[in-house]
């Protein structure tokens, strides 16, 4: 088999209550089968196989833009990912411990002889300094439109920017830092109107809208950098 008709990525098959059609959702890493409950093993990879071809050539499209984002990323010359805008960042190795700082528009971080200064170790320890960045801004914004929020957590999701439960507990994804401000209000203000409306129905997107107009450069800037702003670090 010519390589490039191989998949390069594991397929995952599931059954869920409220889906009434079997669809496919592929990934860079990983394709999802999903069907109705009632849908047997059998019948959802038969339907994979029917649309396996496609799936191939989607993943390969996938990969090429992620290379192509990839070599957007600024991180090895100098620079982090910050407000929208690439910030200078000076790194020191071999320090007895590790930390971030920022000052006068610049990034510091200090390495631990301890650790190994890869992207992994980079992202962590942005995301960690990030987390009292972002969720002050975001109580800040759910003070101002007089929202009750339950428990909000910074996460390291890797496809999503944010998501509210029934509960009114809210997740937030740490790469907000990287957007720019007003990017980072509409979604906030994007889950806090989940709170009222837990859908996204005409309802929920007239409360958005009246709430922030800037939705759709707010969109169009997370449809445009957004795959960026989920590189490592």
């Given amino acids: 088999m010519d390589r490039k008709d191989e998949l390069t990525a594991a397929v995952r098959f599931v059954r869920r ?18 069907g109705p409950s009632r849908a047997s ?15 191939i050539e989607n993943l390969q499209k996938l990969n ?22 690439w910030v200078p960042v000076d790194i020191t190795k ?25 992207a992994a170790l980079f992202s962590w320890i942005y995301s960690n300094w990030a987390v009292s960045e ?14 009750k929020v339950g428990r909000v957590t910074i996460r390291n999701q890797r496809t999503k920017w944010g998501s509210c439960s029934g509960k009114g507990n809210i997740n937030l994804n740490w790469r ?9 209000d509409y979604i906030f203000i994007h889950e806090l109107c ?10 929920y997107w007239a409360l958005v809208d009246s709430l922030y107009p800037r939705r759709a450069e707010a969109e169009r800037w997370l ?11």
């Fill in 17 to 34: 209550s409220n889906q009434k059609y079997i669809r496919i959702r592929v990934k860079p890493d990983e394709v999802i089968v999903s």
């Fill in 41 to 55: 093993e059998r019948e959802l990879k038969n339907f994979f196989e029917q649309k396996k071809e496609w799936v």
């Fill in 64 to 85: 090429q833009r992620k290379e192509q984002t990839g070599a957007l990323n600024r991180f090895d010359e100098g620079f982090l990912l910050y407000g929208g805008e």
């Fill in 94 to 118: 071999n320090e007895p411990r590790t930390r971030i700082t920022f000052e006068n528009g610049r990034f510091k971080i200090n390495v631990s002889k301890y650790e190994k200064p890869d």
């Fill in 134 to 147: 972002i969720g002050q801004r975001f109580s800040e914004i759910a003070s101002q439109y007089n929202f």
């Fill in 176 to 184: 907000l830092i990287k957007c720019p401000r007003f990017v980072q």
């Fill in 194 to 203: 989940h709170l009222r409306h837990l859908n996204h129905s005409p309802e």
């Fill in 223 to 233: 449809k445009i950098h957004g795959p960026l702003a989920f590189q490592d670090p």
